[in-house]
């Protein structure tokens, strides 16, 4: 089967929404996700990930000053564990890259091991948490990486992908 990743369009916000409704208690909305494409498009970048033609997973991308802010990132559940993941942040931090980004930061729930697990391997590390900042009162990690321009980040990532 073969992975093919390409930018999100206006017709994938049916099969994203309803993917990102079957992993959160609290998805974003369709709305929420078809909002992404009314603001300025040199501050976002999604991305969706086909198997076989079918969308199988997202993820997207803000940017702000020199930073980016991984959003959201969801693969679905039947699909999952085959690196897929993987292949949707490596091509979303390379984009941060070219965008010369000096830094990539996200939240993650800090009981969400699956996703702390891959964030970690691109060498995103802790700097500090959100208490309560998700509805049912867990904490928010808070992850970051520095220097994405230097030598470090660019090894992990090539060693990630
Ligand atoms: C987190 C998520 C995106 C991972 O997607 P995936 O395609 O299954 O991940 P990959 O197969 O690319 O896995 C890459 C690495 O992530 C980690 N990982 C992924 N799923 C894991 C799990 N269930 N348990 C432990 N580690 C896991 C592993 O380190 C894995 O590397 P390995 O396979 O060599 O062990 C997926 O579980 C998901 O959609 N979760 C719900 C939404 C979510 O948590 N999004 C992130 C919000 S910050």
Request: charged share 45%.
């Given at each position: 089967m073969k992975l093919h990743l390409r930018e999100m369009m206006p017709s994938d916000v049916g099969p994203v929404a309803a993917i990102e409704a079957c992993l959160n208690d609290e998805p974003w909305s369709e709305q929420l996700f078809r909002g992404?494409?009314?603001?300025?498009?040199?501050t976002r970048h999604w991305i969706v990930a086909e198997l076989d033609g079918r969308l199988v997973g997202f993820g997207g991308m803000m940017f702000v000053g020199d930073d980016a802010h991984l959003m959201n990132l969801g693969v679905d559940p039947t699909h999952q564990r085959r690196g897929i993941a993987r292949s949707l942040v490596s091509a979303l931090f390379l984009q941060a890259v070219g965008r010369r980004a000096t830094g990539i930061t996200l939240e993650v729930r800090v009981g969400n091991t699956a996703a702390r697990s891959l964030y970690a391997a691109f060498g995103l590390a802790p700097v500090g948490t959100r208490p309560g900042y998700y509805a049912d009162g867990e904490d928010a990690l808070i992850l970051w990486v520095h220097d994405v321009q230097g030598h470090e980040f660019a090894t992990r990532l090539g060693e990630a992908a």
């Open positions: 992404e494409f009314d603001v300025d498009p040199t």
